[in-house]
């Protein structure tokens, strides 16, 4: 008999929005599909039950990641990371010091951290390896009232672009994507538009939005992201769904 191959997949934030779509919509069958997130109970997932704004959890990410990865011989594995947070929205100098403590951390530190505990975990290995840090417009496009989330996207893309250089030198390396989904009809999402716009301009334009009928469904950008897997597309790069049709085709 030939053997199953062994697919390893970890998402961040699987337990809600775009994370439940993606652990919804794994193209592979027997995959051994990871949750990393507080809530958990996402169907067909195990659980890794941490607080990723904490730093005292990020060990034990690293830890789950060497200890799958250690366990066989996997063919292929998979990060995506997708948790992060919104909160506080408000102009940087009246926001809470606690949440806004907090955002950098996920949205940020906790990317860069978790991205090298993975890379690190696969030293040496050969197997196809996927990194995929979920990113946002907001990166380029700065926000009012969001200045911890767009300071951390930015700051995500950067890293991908530079680790993605890196991985290129290795044989066999990890291919490294930032994808920037758009705007999804998601609790998140939800959170923007019921701001106050005194707070959060923005807020405006995604009603508007809304009632334009405009939010992508979060199931068609996680099908997207998975269809990164299977696309020339180099490592380093950072993209828009959007992109997609004219571009990566």
């Known amino acids: 008999m030939i053997p199953l191959r062994r697919i390893l997949i970890w998402i961040s934030g699987a337990s809600a929005g775009l994370g439940a779509a993606l652990a919804a919509t794994v193209p592979f069958e027997n995959a051994e599909l990871v949750d990393i997130s507080r809530r958990g109970g996402t169907p067909g997932t195990q659980h890794v039950a941490v607080d990723l704004a904490d730093p005292d959890s990020w060990p034990v990410v690293d830890k789950d990641f060497r200890q799958r990865i250690g366990d066989g011989e996997p063919a292929m594995v998979v990060f995506i990371h997708n948790a992060g947070t919104l909160a506080p929205l408000g102009p940087a100098d009246r926001v809470d010091t606690a949440q806004y403590t907090r955002n950098v951390l996920l949205n940020s530190a906790a990317a860069q951290v978790l991205g090298h505990s993975f890379l690190s975990a696969l030293d040496g290995r050969d197997c196809e390896q996927h990194l995929i840090m979920v990113s946002s417009g907001a990166a380029n496009r700065p926000h009012e009232g969001e ?103």
């Open 147 to 249: 200045s911890s989330y767009c300071a951390g996207k930015a700051a995500l893309d950067q890293w991908v672009r530079t680790v993605g250089l890196e991985q290129r030198r290795r044989s066999p390396g990890c291919r490294v994507l930032s994808v920037a989904p758009g705007t999804l009809d998601t609790d998140m999402q939800a959170l923007l538009r019921s701001a106050d716009p005194e707070d959060f301009p923005e807020t405006v334009r995604f009603r508007e939005l809304e009632a334009l009928g405009r939010l992508e469904k979060p199931e068609t950008a996680a099908r997207a992201i998975w269809s990164l897997l299977d696309r020339d597309i180099d490592s380093g790069t950072v993209l828009h769904l959007h992109d997609l049709t004219y571009r990566y085709h």
